[in-house]
C-alpha cells in the first residue's frame, strides 16, 4: 500500500508564492503523480499532470505560472506556484497512479489527505 502525504500549503498573499511537496511512502514506481484541487462548492480539478518520464500537463488555468517536477529516487513531487490569486485558494490533493495514463479521479490509485492553499487578496 503506498500513502501519499503532502505539505508546503499555508495562507499567502496575493502575488506571492508556494511549494507543495508529495511523498508516496514504499518504493513502488508511480507513473503518474499529479496535483488536484478542490475549492468549496467546485468539483475537484487536475492543475498539473506529470509522468515517470518527465513529461508534463497543465491546467490553462495555471500555466505559467506554475511548475511540477518530480524525484523519482525518492517518490516525491513538487508543485511550485508562483503569482497567486485568490482563485487558486482550494486544497490541494496529491493522486499517483502505478499504471497508465489516468483520465478522471477514478483511476488514479492512491490520493494524499490534501493541504490547504489560501490566497489573501
Known amino acids: 500500500q503506498v500513502q501519499l502525504v503532502e505539505s508546503g500549503g499555508g495562507l499567502v498573499q496575493a502575488g506571492g508564492s508556494l511549494r507543495l511537496s508529495c511523498a508516496a511512502s514504499g518504493s513502488l514506481s508511480l507513473n503518474h503523480m499529479d496535483w488536484y484541487r478542490q475549492s468549496p462548492g467546485k468539483q475537484r480539478e487536475l492543475v498539473a499532470s506529470?509522468?515517470?518520464?518527465?513529461?508534463?500537463t497543465y491546467a490553462d488555468s495555471v500555466k505559467g505560472r506554475v511548475t511540477i517536477s518530480r524525484d523519482n529516487a525518492k517518490n516525491r513531487v513538487f508543485l511550485q506556484m508562483n503569482s497567486l490569486v485568490p482563485e487558486d485558494t482550494a486544497v490541494y490533493y496529491c493522486?499517483?497512479?502505478?499504471?497508465?495514463?489516468?483520465?478522471?479521479?477514478?483511476?488514479?490509485?492512491?490520493w494524499g489527505q490534501g493541504t490547504q492553499v489560501t490566497v489573501s487578496s
Open positions: 493522486a499517483a497512479a502505478l499504471v497508465g495514463k489516468p483520465r478522471v479521479a477514478d483511476e488514479y490509485d492512491y
Open positions: 506529470i509522468q515517470y518520464g518527465g513529461q508534463t
